[in-house]
């Protein structure tokens, strides 16, 4: 972080005679800039918005805990669960015949139940069951829970998507990452403490919004990089300079900056600004090296896809997760364009092409993260804003099997963690038998959020923000609980 520092001038060569030359004048300036600068940018220090307390400085958290950092692969549109996770032989053996009168279906939504096209089958010592179009994921059974007994509060895309990232299904405020950050701040000083990687070919539903720090002040919200072409955008300008110039430059800038900031305090739109120019600049410096998949090995760029256009881009993107999380940085949310989960037709076809673009890179990421000593210390999020319903959803007059769609579904749905002392090997709570309903050990996602909290050293409860007038959480009105059974 930078540290305001005084400039000196030395003035100790000068021309014969003792006189100051304009030219001698300049270089000695140019060269005190410099050393500001620099020393700004190396020098450990306060951020910029230490004079409202809210930065980035790391903070320890209120207890021990197993994870330091998260991983979220967020997947947007809701992922049928019937159909990868939470296997029900009773939906195929019933298969195109009306919902017998306990699934309960209060919306007249479920004409007739819809069997999985896929086959699942027992993985590991554990024994958990995966669906067979996630061989990648299903490799690390014995590391992974399943939580099959979630559900949420609407039906809807966007209400959902912030109720699975910002605690309710109202719009505006922060999301998780953005908590983790303020909780725990950023453990490098040359990188962000929370990232975000969408797609290269477009955003998700709901854009931006996926990172945003709400209410909270900006310097926690997510920072966007790219996966493909220059990851930062205007990180670095168009023209060369010297190192002289560009530190001259940085140092001039820094003074302006406080001086600004030093009339308008309170400004945290500002700081967070000022904040956001100065990690910039940092960046310059380490930026590069974080985000150089070339530096990897043939073999691990081959693990995570890299040489197969299907799997390229997801592959990408975990692997810069692992080198974000490797290098400090708290949190990591990867994002697929638009919401590709969302099988209202072609269910069978769609969950293929998802599985086929990211199965195999989230297994690499599992395998790679193992290896390099990392899988204890970073917590593995995997899920959508709900799940997909246990029936055919016809558009038009296609009937054929294959070509039915399934419906949102927010009732029972599953979501998977792994690593950052998640206990692994099990399935956690149940639907019931055609896994319309969440019935045992039912899970609400403050109760997720808690959880994911509580193992990265936070307590739910008194990760408070102050915001108009009430202590803002997290887990807000709920009385969420710890998922005791989750933690190994």
Same mark, same amino acid.
């Given at each position: 972080?930078?540290?305001?520092?005084?400039?000196?001038?030395?003035i100790?060569?000068?021309? !014969?005679? #003792?006189l100051?030359?304009?030219r001698?004048?300049l !270089?000695?300036?140019?060269?005190?800039?410099a050393?500001?600068?620099?020393?700004?940018?190396?020098?450990?220090?306060?951020?910029?918005?230490?004079?409202?307390?809210? #930065?980035?400085d790391q903070?320890?958290?209120?207890?021990?805990?197993?994870?330091?950092?998260?991983?979220?692969l967020?997947?947007?549109?809701?992922?049928?669960?019937?159909?990868l996770?939470?296997? /029900?032989?009773?939906?195929?053996? =019933?298969?195109?015949?009306?919902?017998?009168?306990?699934?309960?279906d209060?919306?007249n939504r479920t004409?007739y139940?819809?069997?999985?096209?896929f086959?699942?089958?027992?993985h590991?010592?554990? #024994?958990?069951?995966?669906?067979?179009?996630?061989?990648?994921i299903?490799?690390h !059974?014995?590391?992974? %829970?399943?939580? +099959?007994?979630?559900?949420?509060?609407?039906?809807n895309?966007?209400?959902?998507?912030w109720?699975?990232?910002?605690?309710?299904i109202?719009?505006g405020r922060?999301?998780?990452?953005?908590?983790?950050?303020y909780?725990?701040?950023?453990?490098?000083?040359?990188?962000? #403490?929370?990232?975000?990687l969408p797609?290269?070919?477009?955003?998700?539903?709901?854009?931006?919004?996926?990172?945003?720090?709400?209410?909270?002040?900006?310097v926690? @919200?997510?920072?966007?990089?790219r996966? @493909?072409?220059?990851?930062?955008?205007?990180l670095?300008?168009?023209?060369?300079?010297?190192d002289?110039?560009?530190?001259?430059?940085?140092?001039?800038?820094?003074?302006l900056?406080?001086q600004? @900031?030093?009339q308008?305090?309170?400004?945290?739109?500002l700081?967070a600004?000022?904040?956001?120019f100065?990690?910039?600049?940092?960046?310059?410096?380490?930026?590069?090296?974080?985000? &150089? $998949?070339?530096?990897?090995?043939?073999?691990?760029?081959?693990?995570?896809?890299?040489?197969?256009?299907?799997? /390229?881009?997801?592959?990408?993107?975990?692997l810069?997760?692992?080198?974000?999380?490797?290098?400090?940085?708290?949190?990591?949310?990867?994002?697929? +364009?638009? @919401?590709?989960?969302?099988?209202?037709t072609?269910? %069978?076809?769609g969950? /293929?092409?998802?599985?086929?673009?990211?199965?195999?890179p989230?297994?690499?990421l599992l395998t790679? $993260?193992?290896?390099r000593?990392l899988?204890?210390?970073?917590?593995?999020?995997?899920?959508?804003?709900?799940?997909?319903?246990?029936?055919?959803?016809?558009?038009?007059?296609?009937?054929?099997?294959?070509n039915?769609?399934? &419906?949102h579904?927010?009732?029972g749905f599953?979501?998977?963690?792994?690593?950052?002392?998640?206990?692994?090997g099990?399935?956690?709570?149940?639907t019931?038998?055609?896994? =319309?309903r969440?019935?045992e050990?039912?899970?609400q %996602?403050a109760?997720?959020?808690?959880?994911?909290?509580?193992?990265?050293? $936070?307590d739910?409860?008194?990760?408070?923000?102050s915001?108009?007038?009430?202590?803002? +959480?997290l %887990?807000?009105?709920?009385?969420?609980?710890?998922?005791?059974?989750l933690?190994?």
């Amino acid at each position: 972080m930078f540290r305001p520092v005084q400039p000196i001038f030395p003035i100790a060569s000068t021309p !014969a005679g #003792g006189l100051v030359t304009r030219r001698s004048a300049l !270089a000695q300036l140019g060269g005190g800039f410099a050393g500001l600068a620099m020393g700004s940018l190396l020098a450990p220090a306060e951020p910029a918005a230490a004079a409202v307390g809210y #930065g980035l400085d790391q903070r320890s958290p209120l207890q021990q805990s197993p994870a330091r950092a998260v991983i979220q692969l967020f997947m947007h549109g809701g992922p049928s669960h019937v159909d990868l996770l939470d296997p /029900k032989p009773s939906l195929t053996r =019933y298969h195109g015949t009306p919902p017998p009168a306990e699934v309960g279906d209060d919306e007249n939504r479920t004409k007739y139940l819809l069997g999985s096209p896929f086959r699942f089958r027992p993985h590991g010592e554990s #024994g958990l069951e995966f669906s067979e179009i996630m061989p990648g994921i299903a490799a690390h !059974a014995d590391s992974i %829970t399943v939580i +099959r007994s979630m559900f949420t509060e609407h039906r809807n895309h966007e209400q959902a998507i912030w109720m699975a990232n910002t605690g309710l299904i109202r719009p505006g405020r922060p999301n998780i990452g953005s908590w983790v950050a303020y909780g725990l701040g950023a453990e490098t000083d040359d990188l962000p #403490g929370y990232v975000a990687l969408p797609d290269p070919v477009g955003l998700p539903v709901d854009g931006s919004r996926n990172w945003s720090s709400g209410w909270l002040p900006p310097v926690f @919200q997510g920072t966007a990089f790219r996966s @493909q072409g220059v990851p930062v955008l205007h990180l670095k300008p168009k023209r060369s300079r010297t190192d002289a110039v560009t530190q001259g430059r940085l140092g001039l800038l820094q003074r302006l900056n406080r001086q600004h @900031q030093a009339q308008r305090p309170g400004e945290l739109e500002l700081d967070a600004r000022i904040a956001n120019f100065e990690l910039a600049a940092r960046m310059q410096l380490s930026a590069t090296d974080a985000l &150089d $998949l070339t530096s990897e090995t043939k073999e691990t760029q081959s693990l995570y896809g890299l040489d197969n256009p299907t799997t /390229k881009s997801y592959g990408r993107r975990c692997l810069m997760a692992r080198r974000l999380v490797e290098r400090g940085v708290r949190f990591v949310q990867l994002f697929m +364009r638009g @919401q590709p989960w969302d099988t209202h037709t072609a269910n %069978t076809a769609g969950l /293929k092409s998802c599985c086929g673009q990211t199965d195999g890179p989230v297994g690499a990421l599992l395998t790679d $993260l193992k290896r390099r000593g990392l899988f204890d210390s970073t917590l593995v999020l995997w899920g959508g804003e709900f799940g997909r319903t246990p029936a055919a959803e016809l558009r038009g007059s296609n009937t054929a099997r294959g070509n039915e769609g399934r &419906d949102h579904h927010p009732y029972g749905f599953s979501v998977w963690l792994a690593g950052g002392g998640i206990k692994g090997g099990q399935a956690y709570g149940t639907t019931d038998d055609f896994g =319309y309903r969440s019935i045992e050990n039912r899970t609400q %996602t403050a109760n997720l959020h808690a959880t994911i909290l509580h193992q990265l050293g $936070l307590d739910h409860e008194t990760l408070v923000y102050s915001h108009n007038g009430r202590d803002e +959480r997290l %887990t807000d009105v709920y009385r969420a609980t710890i998922i005791r059974e989750l933690l190994g």
